[in-house]
């Protein structure tokens, strides 16, 4: 699965936004930016989490992770808790989970 991730990313031309993205935050400060899966990023922080749109939710859905397998599910749980100050979510998970009370 995370294999699969990468080649659509690869695939649909979006690499380009996610460098184009890393520039742009690489020139306006000096953090470090760390690439990682988020099998990998288990067990870890970061001040600033950004979560890729390659999750395998529904884009087109009221609730875009009804569908998803539970082990996927886990795993964005997994990604999105690493975060410490800010969460950047895609657009359909971020509408979704800021209708909630969490």
């Not at 936004?17 to 870890?44: D, F």
């Not at 600033?48 to 395998?56: G, H, L, R």
């Not at 087109?60 to 539970?70: C, E, G, L, R, V």
Request: hydrophobic share 35%; glycine share 2%; net charge negative.
């Amino acid at each position: 699965a995370e294999l699969k991730r990468l080649v659509n990313i690869i695939n649909d031309d979006a690499v380009e936004y996610y460098v184009e993205t890393l520039e742009k935050l690489s020139k306006k400060t000096s953090a470090q930016i760390t690439l990682t899966t988020a099998h990998k990023s288990k067990g870890k922080e970061w001040s600033n989490v950004m979560i890729a749109d390659d999750f395998p939710y529904d884009k087109d859905s009221i609730n875009p992770i009804a569908k998803m397998p539970q082990p996927e599910i886990n795993l964005l749980y997994v990604a999105c808790t690493r975060a410490i100050n800010r969460l950047d979510l895609p657009y359909e998970l971020y509408e979704f989970f800021g209708s909630k009370q969490i």
